[in-house]
Nanobody, 124 residues
Framework: QVQLVESGGGLVQAGGSLRLSCAAS????????MGWFRQAPGKERVFVAA????????YYADSVKGRFTISRDNAKNTVYLQMYSLKPEDTAVYYC????WGSGTSELSSYDYWGQGTQVTVSS
């Protein structure tokens, strides 16, 4: 079992920044990959970023590449999503997820555990 708790969401103006955190507990954090997804109102949940268990491989959706950075601190059992140059279209509920058996992918079905989500709202 893995428990995931996101934090750091909020309301920000376009062009601003936010850092999301996801604290994990349960299994050895450094043994599995992590991902961030988001879901806007009325839309499907989509991939944002993923990171290998070692932190060595990082993957991004084209829509956030160059603006968002995923990172992890295995000593703190935490994964982060640093978001810069936010746009109104980034408004969504952001979820972190644990991929216990893979190296971190964009496939939603590859993830085994999910957090409850944190709301990010970007005003224009």
């Amino acid at each position: 079992q893995v428990q995931l708790v996101e934090s750091g969401g909020g309301l920000v103006q376009a062009g601003g920044s936010l850092r999301l955190s996801c604290a994990a507990s349960g299994r050895t954090f450094s043994s599995y990959a992590m991902g961030w997804f988001r879901q806007a109102p009325g839309k499907e949940r989509v991939f944002v970023a993923a990171i290998h268990w070692s932190g060595g491989g990082r993957y991004y959706a084209d829509s956030v590449k160059g603006r968002f950075t995923i990172s992890r601190d295995n000593a703190k059992n935490t994964v982060y999503l640093q978001m810069y140059s936010l746009k109104p279209e980034d408004t969504a509920v952001y979820y972190c997820a644990a991929d216990l058996w893979g190296s971190g992918t964009s496939e939603l079905s590859s993830y085994d555990y999910w957090g409850q989500g944190t709301q990010v709202t970007v005003s224009s």
